[in-house]
C-alpha cells in the first residue's frame, strides 16, 4: 500500500492480559520500526526489522514484549502480561533502505486498565 | 548513544510571528527529519534533511551536519502549526531513528 497501516486504531486491555497489534509497511519498504510514545511525549524505540530480520532490538523490554516480521504478513508487536505503565501509542515506520525517510503509521492507542 | 536536544521545549506564538526552532545532536548522522505531531496524533513528514537547506511553503529547514545541528524555520505562522515538532535522527552506531523530546508550539488566534 502507499500508507503504513497499523490496527487496531485503539486497544483496551485488562492488567495481565495479553495486546497484539499489527503494521503493513509501505509496499517495497524493506525496513520496519516500532516506537513507544507515551502521553505524547518522546518516542522510545522498540525494535527494527529489515525483512523478516530483526536489525536492531535494544529498546524492547524482552520479558514481555515480543516481535514478527514474517513474509506475507503483517509485522506485529505482542505484549503478554500487559502492565498499566505499557498505556502508550505504539507506532510503527517503514523505510525502503538505509538511510532513507521514514513514514509512520498513525498509531495504535493501547490502554492498559 | 546519540543525544539529540531541542531548543526551547515550549514556545507561545501570536498567529503571523516568525519563529526558529533548534535540533542539536551529539555524533555524526547518516539522516535527520522534522516532524509535526498534530493535536490529534498524527504525525506528518516535514522534511528529510540530513544536510543543506529545502523550503516548503513557510517552512524551511537547515541542516549543518559539521556543526551538529539543525534548524526548522516558520514563517507568518498559523494556528494550524500548533502541535509538537520533533527532530529525528539516524545515528550511524546503529539502525535507528532517535527522537528529540520535541518542541511543543501553541499559535494564539
Known amino acids: 500500500g502507499e500508507e503504513v497501516a497499523q490496527t487496531p486504531k485503539h486497544l483496551v486491555r485488562g492488567e495481565g492480559q495479553k495486546a497484539k497489534l499489527y503494521c503493513a509497511p509501505i509496499?517495497?519498504?524493506?525496513?520496519v520500526f516500532w516506537y513507544q510514545q507515551v502521553l505524547k511525549n518522546e518516542f522510545k524505540f522498540l525494535i527494527s526489522?529489515?525483512?523478516?530480520?530483526?536489525?536492531?532490538e535494544t529498546g524492547m523490554p524482552k520479558e514481555r514484549f515480543s516481535a514478527k516480521c514474517l513474509p506475507n504478513s503483517p509485522c506485529s508487536l505482542e505484549i503478554q502480561a500487559t502492565k498499566l505503565e505499557d498505556s502508550a501509542v505504539y507506532f510503527c515506520?517503514?523505510?525502503?533502505?538505509?538511510?532513507?525517510?521514514?513514514?509512520f503509521g498513525e498509531g495504535s492507542w493501547l490502554t492498559v486498565v | 548513544g546519540i543525544q539529540v536536544e531541542q531548543s526551547p521545549p515550549d514556545l507561545i506564538l501570536q498567529e503571523g510571528a516568525n519563529s526558529t526552532l533548534r535540533c542539536n545532536f551529539s555524533?555524526?548522522?547518516?539522516?535527520l527529519q522534522w516532524f509535526h505531531q498534530n493535536p490529534w496524533g498524527q504525525l506528518i513528514n516535514l522534511f528529510y534533511?540530513?544536510?543543506g537547506t529545502k523550503q516548503n511553503g513557510r517552512l524551511s529547514a537547515t541542516t549543518v551536519a559539521t556543526e551538529r545541528y539543525s534548524l526548522l524555520y516558520i514563517s507568518s505562522s498559523q494556528t494550524t502549526d500548533s502541535g509538537v515538532y520533533f527532530c529525528?535522527?539516524?545515528?550511524?552506531?546503529?539502525?535507528?531513528?532517535?527522537f528529540g523530546a520535541g518542541t511543543r508550539l501553541f499559535v494564539k488566534a
Open positions: 515506520a517503514s523505510s525502503q533502505t538505509s538511510g532513507n525517510t521514514i513514514y
Open positions: 534533511i540530513p544536510s
Open positions: 555524533d555524526s548522522v547518516n539522516n
Open positions: 509496499k517495497g519498504h524493506s525496513y
Open positions: 526489522f529489515q525483512n523478516e530480520n530483526v536489525f536492531d
Open positions: 529525528a535522527v539516524l545515528y550511524t552506531g546503529g539502525f535507528k531513528t532517535i
